[in-house]
T-cell receptor, first 116, second 112 residues
Framework: GAVVSQHPSWVICKSGTSVKIECRSL??????MFWYRQFPKQSLMLMAT?????????EQGVEKDKFLINHASLTLSTLTVTSAHPEDSSFYICSSLLGEGRNEQFFGPGTRLTVL | AQSVTQLGSHVSVSEGALVLLRCNYSSSVPPYLFWYVQYPNQGLQLLLKYTSAATLVKGINGFEAEFKKSETSFHLTKPSAHMSDAAEYFCAVSEGDDKIIFGKGTRLHILP
């Protein structure tokens, strides 16, 4: 199956700093990627849809100026958490959509962010 | 709007026993339905999906699920539980617009 990687797998940062998380589709091109956030022992909440070459579409309640998404190529999307605070600590998971209209999303292994 | 309800945040079964994880959905159009498994500190792995073909869907690791429109259900089953099945399981629904809405998850515990 298709492989999606995330980097870093975990990161610890100080409050007020910015953190960039990369999501790569390794063996296929993805015009659409998704970013999810998962709190401990909870479900995945869709944060935004990342479209190659255009602006991301954010879900209601997600601050687009705080969670910057860049989908600069067909294999890479980045999520930057700006001015991170302890409440931003979470597990962030990306997925890449294989094809169009097939609903075949492949998920990355996730990034554990801890803000001190 | 679509939604998913998973009954039971925790389910415990004995090794070798039947696994049954319940999922009910709500959708205004014929849905796509999914079951994913998540191991600790890992991403999600697709177990199986329903996309309006056969109502009984077979997935990986011996899991299967049956789509029942009349009951708006998509329960996940496995005849015989194995210790390696212990994980978090998520039911999810999509209305074909590529967005997937996840249920709250069910943690499956396997008792020796």
């Amino acid at each position: 199956g298709a492989v999606v990687s995330q980097h870093p797998s975990w990161v610890i940062c100080k409050s007020g700093t910015s953190v960039k998380i990369e999501c790569r589709s390794l063996d296929f091109q993805a015009t659409t990627m998704f970013w999810y956030r998962q709190f401990p022992k909870q479900s995945l909440m869709l944060m935004a849809t990342s479209n190659e070459g255009s602006k991301a579409t954010y879900e209601q309640g997600v601050e687009k100026d705080k969670f910057l998404i860049n989908h600069a190529s067909l294999t890479l999307s980045t999520l930057t958490v700006t001015s991170a605070h302890p409440e931003d600590s979470s597990f962030y998971i990306c997925s890449s959509l294989l094809g169009e209209g097939r609903n075949e999303q492949f998920f990355g292994p996730g990034t554990r962010l801890t803000v001190l | 709007a679509q939604s998913v309800t998973q009954l039971g945040s925790h389910v415990s079964v004995s090794e070798g026993a039947l696994v049954l994880l319940r999922c009910n959905y709500s959708s205004s159009v014929p849905p796509y339905l999914f079951w994913y498994v998540q191991y600790p500190n890992q991403g999600l792995q697709l177990l199986l999906k329903y996309t309006s073909a056969a109502t009984l869907v077979k997935g990986i690791n011996g899991f299967e699920a049956e789509f029942k429109k009349s009951e708006t259900s998509f329960h996940l089953t496995k005849p015989s539980a194995h210790m390696s099945d212990a994980a978090e399981y998520f039911c999810a629904v999509s209305e074909g617009d590529d967005k997937i809405i996840f249920g709250k998850g069910t943690r499956l515990h396997i008792l020796p």
